[in-house]
T-cell receptor
Framework: QKEVEQNSGPLSVPEGAIASLNCTYS??????FFWYRQYSGKSPELIMF????GDKEDGRFTAQLNKASQYVSLLIRDSQPSDSATYLC????????????FGKGTKLSVKP | KAGVTQTPRYLIKTRGQQVTLSCSPI?????VSWYQQTPGQGLQFLFE???????NKGNFPGRFSGRQFSNSRSEMNVSTLELGDSALYLC????????????????FGNGTRLTVT
């Protein structure tokens, strides 16, 4: 069974700090990796995707991918209370028409 | 551009009944996927439709079925409802496939919350 694992949290950080969210996956054939943010009572929204080893930055968000370790992370710099949400890691299964497998999410709380 | 639209937003059904949920994808998107979200299991993939054909299917019983119409709109049907079917059902659309490409990410609708009593 292919899996995506995340710490459920809650992860609590003070406003202005760096929040670090981690995700591991079991399918070595996976090529694409996504981070979704889900506010309470809302649907998931895509915030980052990454497909090459290394770092990818977009504003306050940085996604990091290490395929050898089967590890993907999301860093949120200068965390704001509005970043408080559940962050879902999603991994594409190997194959040209891959399915997305989601982790159960990490709940982030940014304290003012 | 309008987002993914799901109807209805809320449903209350009784065990044994059946239910049909509807999803209208973003204009131009040909792929529609369905997910079930519960607190215990998280987001679980149900199935994906592309150009009216089911292309991928998750590990759900045959009581869960779907279809896609020529205008890419999709419906999901659950027959013989069980208490455990209570969940948020999310529809997502993408240009090409079920999250299959970073060029074609999933865009989710607001979901239908189904309660089975």
């Amino acid at each position: 069974q292919k899996e995506v694992e995340q710490n459920s949290g809650p992860l609590s950080v003070p406003e202005g700090a760096i929040a670090s969210l981690n995700c591991t996956y079991s399918d070595r054939g996976s090529q694409s990796f996504f981070w979704y943010r889900q506010y309470s009572g809302k649907s998931p929204e895509l915030i980052m995707f990454i497909y090459s080893n290394g770092d990818k930055e977009d504003g306050r968000f940085t996604a990091q991918l290490n395929k050898a370790s089967q590890y993907v992370s999301l860093l949120i710099r200068d965390s704001q209370p509005s970043d408080s949400a559940t962050y879902l890691c999603a991994v594409e299964q190997g194959g040209s028409q891959g399915n997305l497998i989601f982790g159960k999410g990490t709940k982030l709380s940014v304290k003012p | 551009k309008a987002g993914v639209t799901q109807t209805p937003r809320y449903l209350i059904k009784t065990r044994g009944q059946q239910v049909t949920l509807s999803c209208s994808p973003i204009s131009g998107h040909r792929s529609v996927s369905w997910y079930q979200q519960t607190p215990g299991q998280g987001l679980q993939f149900l199935f994906e439709y592309f150009s009216e054909t089911q292309r991928n299917k998750g590990n759900f019983p045959g009581r869960f079925s779907g279809r896609q119409f020529s205008n890419s709109r999709s419906e999901m049907n659950v027959s013989t409802l069980e208490l455990g079917d209570s969940a948020l059902y999310l529809c997502a659309s993408s240009l090409e496939g079920q999250g299959g490409s970073y060029n074609s990410p999933l865009h989710f609708g607001n979901g239908t919350r189904l309660t089975v009593t």
